[in-house]
C-alpha cells in the first residue's frame, strides 16, 4: 500500500522559512510524480507546487511563485517543499499526494494518494 508521510511544519514568524518533507513507504518515490496541496481553515484545498516524475519539471501556484520551490532530495528518497518569505496567508496543513501521472498537474484530481498533512502557521 503506498503511503506518504509529511514533516517539517511548525510556527514560523512572517518572512520566515521551513521546509517541508514528504516520504513515502512501500514504493520509491523518485519514480512519482509529486504535489504538494494545502487546505487553510474554512477554505477549500488548493495546490501548491508538483514535480514531474517524467522530467522532472515543476508548477506553482501563482501565490507561491518565487517564493517556494520544490525538488527531490535524492540523497534522502525524498520530496521537499522549501518555503520562504512565508505570510500569514501561507498558514494551513501542508499535504503531498502522488499519481500515476507522469506529468505532474495542479488539479487535484490527478493525485489517489495522500499524506496526512502537516500544520504550517504563519504568526507573528
Known sequence: QLQLVESGGG???PGGSLRLSCAASG???DMYTIG???QAPGKEREAVACISSSDGSTHYTDSVKGRFTIARNAAKATVELQ???LQFEDTA???????PSLLCSL???TYHYWGQGTQITVSS
Do not use: E
Open 11 to 13: 510556527l514560523v514568524q
Open 83 to 85: 518555503l520562504n518569505s
Open 27 to 29: 514504493f520509491t518515490l
Open 107 to 109: 488539479q487535484s484530481t
Open 36 to 38: 504538494w496541496f494545502r
Open 93 to 99: 496543513v501542508y499535504y503531498c499526494a502522488t499519481g
